[in-house]
C-alpha cells in the first residue's frame, strides 16, 4: 500500500512536495488554514483568481489537488502533533468562526512547510495606527485591493520591498520612497561575488529589471543606506523621519529627513514559523529547522521544507518541496531535484548576504520605546530586566515583563526581545496554534489514517 504523507501548508513548498509525492506514488493529504491554495507568494483578490484560474499554473495546481490520491483540505488548522502516537491534531473549518470539525490524521510521513510572517525591527511610534508590516500592506493590496495609505513609504531590507511596493502602486496608493537600509557597498558585496554563478538565476535579473522600471514610471525614488527611525502623530502615524545609516545600521546624524504620509510599510525580512515543528520535537539551528540532505529533520518520518528551513523566496521553497515530497514518499530524492535544490539555496545564500540586519540597529531606540506590543512592554523596562542578577534565563525574562506573551505570543516581537536580551531559546508549547477551551475539551469528531 502507498505511502501516506500529510503536508501542512500550501504555498510553493507545500504544493511541490506535494506535486511530488504524488509523482513517487504517495497518497497526500495537503492542509492549509487558508481557502485558496498558494501562500503569500500566490494571494491575489477573488475576482483576479478567477480571472487566472485558466492559466497554466492554475490549471496545473487544480489538476494536482484533483488527483485521486491527494485529499485537499483547506480551512485546516494544525494545532498539535503528538510525539508519541505520531498524530496530527487539526481543527477544519473558519479560524474565527465556531462549531469547527476536529479531526486527527496518523501518516507515515510529515512535511511541514508552515512558511514564515514579517520581521519588523521596533522604532520609536512603530506601534501608531498606520504603521504596517510589508507582508500585511501586500495582502490586503493583492488580497483585497485595498491600499493601506494614501501616500505611503515603504522602508527596511531585502528585495521583498519591491514587489510589496508595486502592490501598492497597484491599488492607488502613492508611494513616496522605497528605502533599503543596507548601503550599497553591502548590497553589491552580497551579490557580486563569483557572479558567473548568477548565470542560473537570469529570471530573477528580469524580475527585478520588471520592478525597477514599474518604480521608475511611477517616479518613485529607491534609496540605499536609508530607514524610518521614528513615526510620529497623536491618532495615527502623520509623518515619519528617516535617516542615513551606516554598513552596521548606526545612524548618521545629520542626515535625517521628514516625510509627510498618512501609512507607512516597513519589512526587515522574515522569521520562521517553527511552532509546530518545535512541538515535534525537530531541531532547530538559529531558530530555523534543522535539515539534512533530503529534507529530512531530526525526527523521524518527519520532513520540513520552505521559509522553516532558511528565508529564500519562493524558487528556494519549491526546490525544497520538490525533494522533501520525493523523500517523504519514500524514494531517495532524483539528482536532478538535489542540483535545483542546491543551486535555490545559494541564491538564497547571496540573498542573505546583500541584505543583512546590521546590529546596531538598537541605537534608534528610546528609553521609553514600546517592543512587545500586544504588553506595552518599553525598550528601557526589557534592558533592565536582561541586567537584574536576580531573574536570569528568558523564562524570568518573560515572565517579570510580560513580553512575548500577549495575543501574538510574540510573533511581532520575539525576534527583537530575543537579539535584544541576548536568548534564542525556542519553549515548548503543547499547543502550536490558538484553540478554543471548548474545542480544546471536546471529543474528536473523526480519524483518518
Given at each position: 500500500?502507498?505511502?501516506?504523507?500529510?503536508?501542512?501548508?500550501?504555498?510553493p513548498a507545500?504544493l511541490?512536495?506535494?506535486?511530488?509525492a504524488?509523482?513517487?506514488?504517495?497518497?497526500?493529504?495537503?492542509?492549509d488554514?487558508a481557502?485558496?491554495?498558494?501562500?503569500?507568494?500566490?494571494?491575489m483578490?477573488?475576482?483576479?483568481?478567477?480571472?487566472r484560474?485558466?492559466?497554466?499554473e492554475?490549471?496545473?495546481?487544480?489538476r494536482m489537488?484533483?488527483?485521486?490520491?491527494?485529499?485537499?483540505?483547506p480551512?485546516?488548522?494544525?494545532?498539535a502533533?503528538?510525539?508519541?502516537?505520531?498524530?496530527?491534531?487539526?481543527?477544519r473549518g473558519?479560524s474565527?468562526g465556531?462549531?469547527r470539525?476536529?479531526?486527527?490524521l496518523?501518516?507515515?510521513?510529515l512535511?511541514?512547510?508552515?512558511?514564515?510572517y514579517d520581521r519588523?525591527?521596533p522604532?520609536p511610534?512603530?506601534?501608531?495606527?498606520?504603521?504596517?508590516?510589508?507582508?500585511a500592506?501586500?495582502?490586503l493590496?493583492?488580497?483585497?485591493r485595498v491600499a493601506?495609505?494614501?501616500r505611503?513609504?515603504?522602508?527596511?531590507?531585502?528585495?521583498?520591498l519591491?514587489?510589496?511596493?508595486?502592490?501598492?502602486?497597484?491599488v492607488g496608493?502613492?508611494?513616496?520612497?522605497?528605502?533599503?537600509?543596507?548601503p550599497?557597498?553591502?548590497?553589491?558585496?552580497?551579490w557580486?561575488s563569483?557572479?558567473?554563478?548568477l548565470?542560473a538565476?537570469?529570471g530573477?535579473a528580469?524580475?527585478?529589471?520588471?520592478?525597477?522600471a514599474?518604480?521608475a514610471?511611477?517616479r518613485v525614488?529607491?534609496?540605499l543606506?536609508?530607514?524610518?527611525?521614528?513615526?510620529?502623530?497623536?491618532d495615527?502615524?502623520r509623518e515619519?523621519?528617516?535617516?542615513g545609516v551606516r554598513a552596521?545600521?548606526?545612524?548618521?546624524?545629520?542626515?535625517?529627513?521628514?516625510?509627510?504620509?498618512?501609512a507607512?510599510c516597513v519589512g526587515?525580512?522574515?522569521v520562521?514559523q517553527?511552532?509546530?515543528?518545535?512541538?515535534?520535537?525537530?531541531?532547530?539551528?538559529?531558530?530555523f529547522?534543522r535539515?539534512d540532505?533530503a529534507?529530512?529533520?531530526t525526527?523521524?518520518?518527519v520532513?520540513?521544507?520552505?521559509?522553516i528551513t532558511?528565508?529564500?523566496?519562493?524558487?528556494?521553497?519549491?526546490?525544497?518541496?520538490?525533494?522533501a515530497?520525493?523523500?517523504?514518499?519514500?524514494?531517495?530524492?532524483?539528482p536532478?531535484?538535489?542540483?535545483?535544490r542546491d543551486?535555490?539555496?545559494?541564491?538564497?545564500?547571496r540573498?542573505?548576504k546583500a541584505?543583512?540586519?546590521?546590529?546596531?540597529?538598537?541605537?534608534w531606540l528610546?528609553e521609553?520605546?514600546?517592543?512587545?506590543?500586544?504588553?506595552?512592554?518599553t525598550?528601557?523596562?526589557?534592558?533592565?530586566?536582561?541586567?537584574?542578577?536576580a531573574?536570569?534565563?528568558?523564562h524570568?525574562?518573560k515572565?517579570g515583563t510580560?513580553a512575548?506573551l500577549?495575543?501574538?505570543?510574540?510573533?511581532?516581537c520575539?525576534?527583537?526581545?530575543?537579539?535584544?536580551?541576548?536568548?534564542?531559546?525556542?519553549?515548548?508549547?503543547?499547543?502550536a496554534?490558538?484553540i478554543r477551551?471548548?474545542?480544546?475539551?471536546?471529543?474528536?469528531?473523526?480519524e483518518?489514517?
Amino acid at each position: 500500500m502507498s505511502r501516506h504523507v500529510v503536508i501542512v501548508g500550501a504555498g510553493p513548498a507545500g504544493l511541490a512536495a506535494a506535486e511530488h509525492a504524488l509523482r513517487a506514488g504517495a497518497r497526500v493529504t495537503v492542509l492549509d488554514q487558508a481557502e485558496t491554495p498558494g501562500g503569500q507568494y500566490h494571494r491575489m483578490s477573488p475576482e483576479d483568481y478567477a480571472a487566472r484560474h485558466g492559466g497554466p499554473e492554475f490549471d496545473r495546481r487544480r489538476r494536482m489537488l484533483a488527483h485521486p490520491r491527494c485529499r485537499w483540505w483547506p480551512g485546516s488548522t494544525v494545532w498539535a502533533f503528538d510525539r508519541a502516537e505520531r498524530r496530527v491534531h487539526l481543527l477544519r473549518g473558519q479560524s474565527d468562526g465556531g462549531g469547527r470539525q476536529r479531526l486527527t490524521l496518523v501518516p507515515d510521513a510529515l512535511i511541514l512547510a508552515t512558511g514564515a510572517y514579517d520581521r519588523t525591527l521596533p522604532f520609536p511610534g512603530w506601534e501608531l495606527p498606520g504603521v504596517y508590516t510589508a507582508g500585511a500592506a501586500q495582502a490586503l493590496a493583492k488580497g483585497e485591493r485595498v491600499a493601506i495609505g494614501r501616500r505611503v513609504l515603504v522602508a527596511g531590507a531585502g528585495p521583498f520591498l519591491l514587489p510589496v511596493a508595486e502592490s501598492l502602486l497597484g491599488v492607488g496608493a502613492e508611494v513616496v520612497a522605497v528605502l533599503e537600509a543596507n548601503p550599497l557597498s553591502t548590497v553589491r558585496k552580497g551579490w557580486s561575488s563569483r557572479p558567473w554563478r548568477l548565470a542560473a538565476h537570469v529570471g530573477k535579473a528580469s524580475e527585478l529589471a520588471w520592478y525597477a522600471a514599474t518604480l521608475a514610471r511611477h517616479r518613485v525614488p529607491y534609496r540605499l543606506g536609508r530607514t524610518v527611525i521614528e513615526a510620529r502623530g497623536a491618532d495615527r502615524v502623520r509623518e515619519v523621519v528617516t535617516a542615513g545609516v551606516r554598513a552596521d545600521w548606526s545612524i548618521i546624524h545629520g542626515t535625517e529627513r521628514t516625510y509627510e504620509v498618512d501609512a507607512v510599510c516597513v519589512g526587515h525580512g522574515f522569521v520562521p514559523q517553527p511552532e509546530l515543528a518545535v512541538a515535534a520535537g525537530c531541531a532547530l539551528d538559529g531558530g530555523f529547522v534543522r535539515v539534512d540532505g533530503a529534507q529530512r529533520t531530526t525526527v523521524d518520518g518527519v520532513f520540513a521544507a520552505g521559509e522553516i528551513t532558511g528565508i529564500g523566496g519562493a524558487v528556494t521553497a519549491a526546490a525544497e518541496g520538490a525533494v522533501a515530497g520525493h523523500a517523504a514518499a519514500g524514494g531517495a530524492p532524483p539528482p536532478a531535484l538535489i542540483r535545483a535544490r542546491d543551486r535555490a539555496l545559494a541564491f538564497a545564500g547571496r540573498l542573505a548576504k546583500a541584505h543583512p540586519i546590521g546590529p546596531a540597529w538598537r541605537g534608534w531606540l528610546r528609553e521609553d520605546t514600546i517592543v512587545c506590543r500586544c504588553e506595552e512592554t518599553t525598550y528601557g523596562e526589557l534592558t533592565r530586566a536582561a541586567g537584574d542578577a536576580a531573574c536570569p534565563g528568558s523564562h524570568a525574562l518573560k515572565l517579570g515583563t510580560r513580553a512575548g506573551l500577549g495575543p501574538c505570543q510574540g510573533r511581532m516581537c520575539g525576534p527583537a526581545v530575543s537579539e535584544l536580551c541576548g536568548g534564542t531559546e525556542r519553549h515548548h508549547r503543547p499547543i502550536a496554534q490558538p484553540i478554543r477551551l471548548g474545542e480544546l475539551a471536546a471529543r474528536t469528531e473523526g480519524e483518518s489514517e
